[in-house]
């Protein structure tokens, strides 16, 4: 069982809130991913960190942005939240290629 | 960058018969093929994996074979259980560290 947390499980925010998604391992891993799971379940990476203070965009565009100050933390932010990021959001760690998911955050914005 | 395909998209199986789930990859860099299975509510998670140095592996009532030659590597899950019911994803790796995911695959098995 991997050692990957994320918090809230649910959030129901409502339009230009912003928020913070939570995402911590204890695995020490180096490598942490974010993932945007929509309805038709298909997985989209959104961020990627290879280590502290190295930040990428994944293959999805995404309004969010990501900070990497600790290893074992890689929050998610959305400044203005609106409906169209309503989703479920993954997180993942990794020391080589096997990656460990996060149980998930479902967001929704009314 | 790469691309996986995934087929089929629903599988509906009797208890005790067979699954199969294929999928192919287009990048001849890949060169490590995970398999995931995501429940309901939680997140995926890995069941087996195989490398392109290997053209079969097993792990009790599953297995994944891999032809590198044709790009395309399948799930084969015998015996199938209620608890085998859940979404599978494949995915590919070239030559960084980022998955690319096929679109998944839903497996109901009927009692």
């Known amino acids: 069982e991997a050692d990957i947390y994320q918090t809230p499980r649910y959030l129901v925010i409502g339009t230009g809130k912003k928020i913070t998604l939570e995402c911590s391992q204890t695995?020490?891993?180096?490598?942490m991913y974010w993932y945007q799971q929509d309805p038709g379940m298909e997985l989209h990476l959104i961020h990627y960190?290879?280590?502290?203070?190295?930040?990428e965009k994944g293959d999805l565009s995404s309004e969010s942005t990501v900070s990497r100050i600790r290893t074992e933390h890689f929050p998610l932010t959305l400044e203005s939240a609106r409906p169209s990021h309503t989703s479920q959001y993954l997180c993942?760690?990794?020391?080589?290629?096997?990656?460990?998911f996060g149980p998930g955050t479902r967001l929704t914005v009314t | 960058g790469e691309n996986v395909e995934q087929h089929p998209s629903t599988l509906s199986v009797q208890e005790g018969d067979s699954a199969v789930i294929k999928c192919t990859y287009s990048?001849?860099?890949?060169?490590?093929f995970p398999w995931y299975k995501q429940e309901l509510g939680k997140g995926p998670q890995l069941i087996i994996d195989?490398?392109?140095?290997?053209g079969e592996k097993k792990d009790q009532r599953i297995a994944v074979t891999l032809n590198k030659t044709a790009k395309h590597f399948s799930l084969h899950i015998t015996e199938t259980q209620p608890e085998d019911s859940a979404v599978y994803f494949c995915?590919?790796?070239?030559?960084?560290?980022?998955?690319?995911f096929g679109a998944g695959t839903t497996v109901t098995v009927r009692a």
């Open positions: 993942a760690s990794s020391e080589y290629h096997e990656q460990y």
């Open positions: 695995m020490g891993h180096d490598k």
């Open positions: 960190s290879y280590g502290v203070n190295s930040t």
């Open positions: 990048d001849s860099a890949s060169n490590y």
């Open positions: 195989i490398r392109s140095n290997v």
């Open positions: 995915a590919a790796i070239p030559n960084d560290y980022k998955l690319s």
